[in-house]
C-alpha cells in the first residue's frame, strides 16, 4: 500500500469515527430522559386569561390560556354546568375530566359534548406552533416544532392541571383524564407523573411508537422499503422510545387504567393494543366496541364520550383526602 493510499484510508477512517461519535451524541442527546425538561416546562403557574364563551340552559363555557413561569402556554376549554347561585359562585365541587384528543380538534373537543352529566370538561389544544395542515415534504420544515410540541405536551396537561384542581366548582379528589388516539400516550404520561388524576381512559390507544407509525405509513405508501426508515427517524426525532406509553402506564397503579378500543381498527396493530393492556398494572380493564378508528366528528365521538361518562358515573372514584396532594 502506497504512503498515499495509507493517508486517505487513515483520513477516512478518522471521518468515519468522527461520524460515529456524532451520531452518538445526537442518539443520546435525543434520547435522553424527558422527565426534567417535564418539570422545567410544566414551571409554575404565572397567570391565567379567562373568556366567557358560549352557554346554554345547562353549560357554560370558558376559554383559558395559561401561561407558565417557563414560557409554556397552554389553551384550553372548560364546559360545565352552569352556575347555581346568584353570587356566581357554583355551590358544588364536581368530578373533572381532562380531556386530551386529536391535533385539529383540541379544545374544540368540549363542542362535542352536548351534556357533561354534571362534571366538568377541560378540553385541551396541543401546544403546536407550527402549520397543522402541513404535507408531503414540507414536514421536514416542521420536525422542530412537532418535536416540541409532543415534548411539551405531558407539561401543558399538567400545567393545566395545576390550575384546574384550585378551582372553587373543581373536586381535587375526583379528577380523572381521557386520552382519545393521539392524546392517549400524552395523557399517560402526565398520570404517571401526577398522582391527582384518579383515573385514566385510554381511548384508541396503542403501544409503541415506531410500531405504529411503521403500520400507518406501510398504508399510506404501499412499502415497507420506504415505511421502515421513515418511521424510524421519525421515532428517534422525538424520542418515541423515552415516551412509548407502555414504559409509562405501569407507573399508574395502583390507579385504575381502562382501555377503549374498537374491534376493526385499521389504523391501530392489534399486537400493539394488546402490549399496552399487558403493561397496565392492577386494577386494569379493558372494553372492546364495535367499528373502526375515532374520528373528530360529532356523531363518532359522542358515543364514546357517552360511553366514558356513563362508566365513570356507575363506578365512581372513592372520595378520599388521601386523594390529593
Known amino acids: 500500500m502506497t504512503t498515499r493510499r495509507r493517508r486517505v484510508m487513515r483520513r477516512v477512517g478518522v471521518a468515519l469515527a468522527g461520524l460515529l461519535v456524532v451520531t452518538a451524541a445526537a442518539l443520546m442527546y435525543l434520547m435522553r430522559d424527558p422527565r426534567p425538561r417535564f418539570a422545567d416546562r410544566r414551571g409554575q403557574l404565572k397567570d391565567a386569561e379567562v373568556i366567557a ?69 377541560a378540553a385541551l389544544s396541543y401546544p403546536f406552533d407550527g402549520n397543522h395542515r402541513v404535507k408531503g415534504l414540507a414536514i421536514v420544515a416542521e420536525v422542530p416544532a412537532i418535536r416540541r410540541a409532543i415534548l ?30 393521539l392524546g392517549a400516550p400524552f395523557v399517560t404520561i402526565a398520570a404517571a407523573l401526577d398522582e391527582r388524576i384518579r383515573r385514566v381512559w385510554i381511548v384508541h390507544g396503542t403501544g409503541g411508537v415506531y410500531t405504529p407509525l411503521e403500520f400507518n405509513l406501510r398504508r399510506q405508501l404501499g412499502s415497507r422499503a420506504a415505511s421502515v ?7 428517534v426525532l422525538i424520542s418515541g422510545p423515552r415516551l412509548a406509553p407502555e414504559r409509562w402506564i405501569p407507573l399508574i397503579a395502583p390507579r385504575p387504567v381502562v382501555m377503549i378500543n374498537a374491534t376493526d381498527d385499521a389504523r ?9 393492556y399487558r403493561a397496565a398494572g392492577e386494577p386494569r380493564e379493558r372494553v372492546w366496541v364495535t367499528g373502526g378508528h375515532v374520528r373528530s366528528e360529532a356523531e ?11 362508566r365513570m358515573l356507575s363506578a365512581p372514584l372513592e372520595v378520599s383526602s388521601s386523594n390529593t396532594r
Open 229 to 235: 426508515p421513515i418511521a424510524a427517524l421519525a421515532a
Open 300 to 310: 363518532a365521538v359522542r358515543p364514546l364520550v357517552a360511553l366514558v361518562l356513563d
Open 152 to 181: 411539551d405536551t405531558p407539561s401543558a396537561v399538567l400545567l393545566a392541571l395545576d390550575y384546574l384542581a384550585s378551582q372553587p366548582f373543581v373536586d381535587p379528589a375526583r379528577i380523572e383524564a381521557v386520552g382519545v388516539s
Open 268 to 276: 391501530l396493530p392489534r399486537a400493539s393494543i394488546e402490549s399496552l
Open 53 to 121: 364563551g358560549a352557554a346554554d340552559s345547562l353549560h357554560q363555557v370558558d376559554l383559558v390560556q395559561l401561561r407558565s413561569t417557563s414560557g409554556l402556554a397552554v389553551e384550553l376549554a372548560i364546559k360545565r354546568p352552569r352556575r347555581t347561585t346568584p353570587g356566581g359562585v357554583d355551590s358544588l365541587r364536581r368530578p373533572l375530566v381532562i380531556l386530551l384528543g386529536g391535533h385539529r380538534t383540541g379544545r374544540n373537543a368540549v363542542n362535542l359534548i352536548e351534556d357533561t352529566r354534571g362534571t366538568v370538561v
